[in-house]
């Protein structure tokens, strides 16, 4: 018996090219429209094309129904890695970013909807390049989004399972994947046509519109404009604020609200500590603003709850300079780094329920402290975690934390400084974009050496995979028989 297959691997990433080649295509309207050079597009197409029909004819005698989970973890990340790649050719052919590695940065960094970026100057870019910024960033949101609550689940990984689409429910939407998958881009795809039309209503045009509703709905960040949000009026600054706090809240709530069943959002613990925590921390960064600044009142609500709001999503928006704010909410910012949206959202980080998770952990013991002889049971949503989920749970945020650790020491080693490496690990981890230091949110990772931008890529494409979908390929269970 074969531990992986490496046929049925690569019939499955030709797939995965196929759909970035279509990709591709999708942006030369754009570039008819503004009279842009198609090469970019056409050219990347084509390459892409062309690798995926010869991957295919390779593969042509391949079953995909023979993978078996290892072949899928191998797929999953090999996936990502491809898109990474693959997708850097237009920044490269159109001599936007002339630098593959910082051409495959700036593709790492939309398609795992991070938002870092490389560019000094965006507003000089084609419309044609911000539009596939903007696409790439939606790419990967809506990949997340599937990864988390439809893929990892049923690989059957560890903890997973927990945040997966009840098997109930289930059945009730449709008893094969593509009923599920259908269903959630519908919710994804509403999500950003609103948007795009109420950005559309403010002082955006329609451009603007699509490419900030794409890095939006997709907790991304990439802007076309230098100083990104704050170059825009209040109105679209608190449109952008609503649909980051929707884009960070699980799609499994919107079918739960679609069907019209309060009772399971009403149950739904993760999302009322995920408002929890929003409203409280949101509140915070006012008080410090309003105290200790110049600010109106509407100014340090609307800042104070922006900032907060795209940090815990992940989105990494800005509509001010937060690395100018007095120290208590500039750690507040960082604590936040390390929160997440929801579940089954296309935020990144720890996320929510884990955290919650945690919470509870820590009351069960104090409980038994007082109590000897009392076990609380461990709940979450009304399901019961027995001991295996609740241990791979801890021992997530345990690698999370370590790979944190682990990352700025490399980074800091290879000539930056404390505060730039501790903020730019955390930030590309949990994708969220600007740190602190010199690459804060009214500047770019352009300046760090190639080394770290390499390092920083991996960390990327580490952190949305869920790092231990990538962590276990190295393992011994995975070469075990």
């Known amino acids: 018996m074969k531990l992986i297959h490496p046929i049925l691997i690569i019939r499955v990433l030709s797939t995965i090219l196929l759909i970035g080649a279509i990709s591709f295509l999708v942006c030369i309207p754009v570039a008819l429209i503004y009279d842009e050079p198609l090469i970019p597009f056409y050219g990347s197409a084509i390459i892409t094309g062309i690798v995926s029909i010869l991957l295919r004819i390779f593969t042509k005698k391949a079953d995909p129904e023979g993978m078996t989970s290892r072949d899928s973890f191998l797929t999953v990340t090999l996936a990502w890695i491809i898109f990474t790649l693959f997708g850097s050719l ?85 008893p094969k994947t593509k009923g599920i998958t259908l269903r959630v881009m519908m919710i994804y795809a509403g999500l950003t046509v609103l948007e795009i039309i109420l950005l559309s209503l403010g002082d955006m045009n329609l451009f603007d519109s699509v490419c900030h509703s794409f890095a939006t709905v997709a907790t991304g960040g990439f802007s076309t404009k230098n100083i990104s949000l704050a170059y825009f009026s209040t109105y679209s600054q608190y449109i952008v604020m609503l649909f980051m706090f929707l884009a960070g809240t699980s799609q499994v709530i919107y079918y739960y609200l679609v069907k019209s069943n309060f009772r399971k959002v009403k149950h739904n613990e993760e999302f009322w500590f995920y408002l929890a925590i929003v409203i409280f921390a949101g509140a915070l960064a006012f008080s410090i603003l309003l105290v200790n600044t110049t600010r109106n009142p509407e100014e ?151 080394i770290n931008k390499i390092a920083l890529s991996f960390i990327m494409i580490l952190g949305r995979l869920e790092i231990i979908t990538v962590f276990i390929l190295f393992g011994k269970s995975f070469r075990r028989l």
């Open 300 to 450: 340090a609500f609307r800042e104070g709850y922006f900032q907060v709001i795209s940090i815990i999503t992940c989105t990494g928006f800005a509509n001010d300079d937060f690395i100018l704010w007095p120290q208590p909410a500039m750690i507040l910012i960082f604590l936040l780094m390390f929160a997440g949206g929801s579940t089954g959202s296309t935020s990144g980080g720890i996320k929510m329920a884990r955290h919650l998770i945690v919470i509870k952990n820590v009351r069960n013991a104090f409980v038994r402290l007082v109590h000897p002889n009392i076990f609380p049971s461990l709940k979450l949503n009304g399901r019961l975690i027995d001991e295996k989920t609740n241990t791979s749970i801890l021992s997530f945020i345990l690698l999370y934390i370590f790979v944190f650790a682990a990352g700025t020491l490399f980074i800091a080693m290879n000539g930056a400084d404390p505060l730039t490496s501790a903020s730019s690990v955390a930030t590309c981890m949990a994708g969220i974009g600007p740190g602190f230091g010199t690459v804060g949110p009214m500047s770019n990772f352009s300046g760090i050496p190639a």
């Open 90 to 174: 237009p920044y490269i052919i159109s001599k936007t970013i002339p630098s593959l590695v910082d051409a495959v940065f700036e593709s790492a960094s939309g398609f795992t909807t991070t938002g870092a970026s490389i560019l000094t100057d965006v507003e000089i870019l084609p419309y044609s390049i911000l539009f596939w910024r903007s696409l790439t960033h939606w790419i990967g949101g809506f990949g997340i989004v599937l990864l988390v609550i439809l893929i990892l689940p049923s690989l059957r990984v560890s903890g997973y399972q927990m945040f997966s689409l009840e098997s109930s429910l289930k059945e009730k939407i449709h």
